[in-house]
């Protein structure tokens, strides 16, 4: 079956530091693959996406390219800030029929002055 | 973009009663909603896939009898716990996927989420 995993949290940076959140999936075909982000008390946001290898994902400074050799979506961003504090989920989804999401376990991110 | 809603944010009840909660898509139309629990430090646990029309689909483990899942439009989908026990306190979210070439099919959009308590 389909699984999503994703390194141990928590991450402790400080403002303006690189961010990279590794992901790696195992999924038949060709799925869709998500960040998405949760803020404390919130419900999540869809954060970025890619919908096929090689593409490309990019939304408030965070990037993540689908490798399909490597099975890879990692998330990167070049220089955090203290809102970004949160929970990151990748997750993936299988194109066609059920639909269902198969999430990570999630990585929570702390982001300090 | 695509909004969904949930109601209530938060909700507070006594062992015993049932708590529904709904889940709208506001601009966009809904084939599929889908239905998580979450508990806390924890990621999404998929309880249901309820379609438009149709009986939802529960996972494994999910008790149907306690969990009622109506999805009575293109833009709602309820959940109602029934008879509530301070075990099923937690944080239920859903989502929703678009439907046609309205917007973007392959993409679900999740609600705020619930918080409920029961005592």
């Known amino acids: 079956g389909n699984s999503v995993t994703q390194m141990e949290g928590p991450v402790t940076l400080s403002e303006e530091a690189f961010l990279t959140i590794n992901c790696t999936y195992t999924?038949?075909?060709?799925?869709?693959l998500f960040w998405y982000v949760q803020y404390p008390g919130e419900g999540l946001q869809l954060l970025l996406k890619?919908?096929?290898?090689?593409d490309k994902g990019s939304n408030k400074g965070f990037e993540a390219t689908y490798r399909k050799e490597t099975t890879s979506f990692h998330l990167e961003k070049g220089s955090v800030q203290v809102s970004d504090s949160a929970v990151y989920f990748c997750?993936?989804?299988?194109?066609?029929?059920?639909?269902?999401?198969?999430f990570g376990t999630g990585t929570k991110l702390q982001v300090i002055p | 973009g695509a909004v969904v809603s949930q109601h209530p944010s938060r909700v507070i009840c006594k062992s015993g009663t049932s708590v529904k909660i709904e889940c709208r898509s506001l601009?966009?139309?809904?084939?599929?909603m889908f239905w998580y629990r979450q508990f806390p430090k924890q990621s999404l646990m998929l309880m249901a896939t309820?379609?438009?029309?149709?009986?939802?689909?529960?996972e494994q483990g999910v008790e149907k009898d306690k969990f009622l899942i109506n999805h009575a439009s293109l833009t709602l989908s309820t959940l109602t716990v029934t008879s509530a026990h301070p075990e099923d306190s937690s944080f239920y979210i859903c989502?929703?996927?678009?439907?046609?070439?309205?917007?973007?099919?392959?993409?679900?959009?999740f609600g705020p989420g619930t918080r409920l308590t029961v005592l």
């Open positions: 890619a919908t096929k290898a090689d």
């Open positions: 601009d966009f139309q809904a084939t599929t």
């Open positions: 309820s379609n438009e029309g149709s009986k939802a689909t529960y």
């Open positions: 989502s929703a996927r678009a439907l046609g070439t309205s917007g973007d099919t392959d993409t679900q959009y």
């Open positions: 999924a038949t075909g060709y799925p869709s």
């Open positions: 997750a993936l989804i299988h194109s066609g029929g059920y639909q269902k999401v198969t």
